[in-house]
């Protein structure tokens, strides 16, 4: 089947780890062709050690062999970029989240919509080993019937101490609320489906001074934002489970995640939704009257070994061990096979209204009603390891 041509548009920190799954994962279904960024160092720098095409922005949305796009820039120049690759006449795929905002995502969903273009967001850890072994063992009814699961996120940013490496930061859409909130719906709604009613509490905390000597303003107030760097929601699932999600980005190391899901029959000890799973983020089961267990993963796409060195020579290329990516895979998989693919328009829509929904039952102080529904994911198929899993992603 001809394969799908890829470029991508955002070369920073976190481009490796998407270049590293498309150009160097061996999935037949992609062919990588070249990346961009405004800076021509780091395009040049990404190129060379992908062995791809350096080019400029304009020459990737110019390129008609080019089908899909990933915007790989940073929050604030999402809806822009998306934007301009639909415009093109385009498939585009954001790093998460789809937008900084529910109305902000909606405009992108109805132009890719009028445009009869795919549009998907990350995170797609989802679909990884770790939680497509968890869908499975409930969907096998090993913990019964689900009841309630508990998400929770709790990191020390600082970025206030780093302003201008953070341009931007702490506005509304750039927080934790929306940088981190992503990976830990996008897990729920995998597990549960859509989100029916939520209620909410958020704000940014204020109470901070800086605390780096280096810094001109040391011990002096950190300068505040207006986006919720603390965030509390009660998420009504339209299945009828209940479920907490819980941001915070002013506490300290080490990071702590956590998902926890409740049954009639017993509740799952999920792992770090940051990750696709193994090296320590793995699946434990409790039944009634039995002992916690570690499950084997029933799926392929676990980290890779964290002890392989990295390909551009840089050890701190984030998340550089992962499969991000793959739901870029399934959406080329999805356009060559007619079907819909799995982090698609409709799940990164709804998981920005989510978030969205909890600021605005803040500030309303009522439950918000969701407009936006979204089905499960397609479950991947269990029993394909290692880069042979491509099979385990075409299934439907």
């Given at each position: 089947?001809?394969?799908?041509k890829?470029?991508?548009?955002?070369?920073?920190?976190?481009?490796?780890?998407y270049l590293?799954?498309?150009?160097?994962?061996?999935?037949?279904?992609?062919?990588?062709?070249?990346?961009?960024?405004?800076?021509?160092?780091?395009?040049?720098?990404?190129?060379?050690?992908?062995?791809i095409?350096?080019?400029?922005?304009?020459?990737?949305?110019?390129?008609?062999?080019?089908?899909?796009?990933?915007?790989?820039?940073?929050?604030?120049?999402?809806?822009?970029?998306?934007?301009?690759?639909?415009?093109?006449?385009?498939?585009?795929?954001?790093?998460?989240?789809?937008?900084?905002?529910?109305?902000?995502?909606?405009?992108l969903?109805?132009?890719?919509?009028?445009?009869?273009?795919?549009?998907?967001?990350a995170?797609?850890?989802?679909?990884g080993?770790?939680?497509?072994?968890?869908r499975?063992?409930?969907?096998?009814?090993w913990?019964?019937?689900?009841?309630?699961?508990?998400?929770?996120?709790?990191?020390?940013?600082?970025?206030?101490?780093?302003?201008?490496?953070?341009?931007?930061?702490?506005?509304?859409g750039?927080?934790?609320?929306?940088?981190?909130?992503g990976?830990?719906?996008?897990?729920?709604?995998?597990?549960?489906?859509g989100?029916?009613?939520?209620?909410?509490?958020?704000?940014?905390?204020?109470?901070?001074k800086?605390?780096?000597?280096?810094?001109?303003?040391?011990?002096?107030?950190?300068?505040?934002?207006?986006?919720?760097?603390?965030?509390?929601?009660?998420?009504?699932?339209?299945?009828?489970?209940?479920?907490s999600?819980?941001?915070?980005?002013?506490?300290?190391?080490p990071?702590?995640?956590?998902?926890e899901?409740?049954?009639?029959?017993g509740?799952?000890?999920?792992?770090?939704?940051n990750?696709?799973?193994?090296?320590?983020?793995?699946?434990y089961?409790?039944?009634?009257?039995?002992?916690?267990?570690?499950?084997?993963?029933?799926?392929?796409?676990?980290?890779?070994?964290?002890?392989?060195?990295?390909i551009?020579g840089?050890p701190?290329?984030?998340?550089?061990?992962?499969?991000?990516?793959?739901?870029?895979?399934?959406?080329?998989?999805?356009?060559r096979?007619?079907?819909q693919?799995?982090s698609?328009?409709?799940?990164?829509?709804?998981?920005?209204e989510?978030?969205?929904a909890?600021?605005?039952?803040?500030?309303?102080n009522e439950?918000?009603?969701?407009?936006?529904?979204?089905?499960?994911?397609?479950?991947?198929?269990?029993?394909?390891?290692g880069?042979?899993?491509?099979?385990?992603?075409d299934?439907?």
């Amino acid at each position: 089947m001809k394969p799908v041509k890829v470029a991508l548009i955002g070369s920073g920190n976190i481009s490796y780890t998407y270049l590293h799954t498309l150009a160097k994962g061996g999935f037949s279904i992609v062919e990588m062709v070249g990346c961009s960024d405004l800076v021509p160092e780091k395009s040049k720098s990404r190129a060379e050690t992908f062995g791809i095409r350096q080019m400029t922005t304009d020459e990737i949305l110019a390129d008609p062999d080019i089908e899909i796009v990933v915007n790989t820039t940073g929050p604030r120049d999402h809806h822009f970029v998306t934007e301009s690759i639909l415009k093109a006449g385009k498939h585009a795929y954001s790093e998460k989240a789809m937008d900084t905002g529910f109305a902000q995502a909606k405009e992108l969903y109805d132009l890719a919509a009028s445009k009869n273009l795919r549009i998907g967001a990350a995170p797609d850890c989802y679909m990884g080993s770790g939680y497509q072994t968890a869908r499975k063992l409930i969907d096998d009814g090993w913990i019964g019937t689900p009841l309630f699961a508990h998400a929770f996120c709790y990191r020390g940013y600082n970025a206030h101490e780093r302003g201008q490496d953070f341009p931007g930061f702490g506005t509304d859409g750039t927080t934790i609320h929306y940088d981190m909130s992503g990976y830990y719906l996008n897990v729920l709604i995998n597990l549960f489906g859509g989100v029916g009613r939520v209620s909410g509490f958020s704000r940014a905390f204020t109470g901070r001074k800086l605390t780096n000597p280096a810094h001109p303003n040391y011990r002096e107030p950190a300068p505040g934002g207006t986006g919720s760097t603390l965030s509390m929601g009660c998420l009504e699932f339209e299945n009828g489970v209940y479920a907490s999600l819980t941001m915070c980005s002013e506490g300290a190391g080490p990071e702590v995640p956590r998902v926890e899901v409740y049954g009639t029959e017993g509740h799952l000890s999920l792992p770090d939704p940051n990750n696709f799973g193994g090296w320590g983020n793995d699946v434990y089961l409790t039944r009634v009257g039995n002992e916690r267990l570690k499950i084997p993963f029933t799926h392929g796409f676990s980290d890779i070994d964290p002890k392989i060195p990295t390909i551009s020579g840089n050890p701190w290329e984030p998340c550089y061990n992962s499969w991000r990516g793959i739901a870029v895979v399934d959406m080329a998989w999805a356009i060559r096979r007619g079907r819909q693919h799995r982090s698609s328009a409709e799940l990164a829509l709804h998981a920005v209204e989510v978030a969205s929904a909890i600021d605005k039952s803040n500030a309303s102080n009522e439950t918000y009603i969701m407009t936006t529904r979204v089905e499960r994911p397609a479950p991947l198929t269990p029993g394909y390891m290692g880069r042979s899993a491509e099979a385990s992603i075409d299934n439907i």
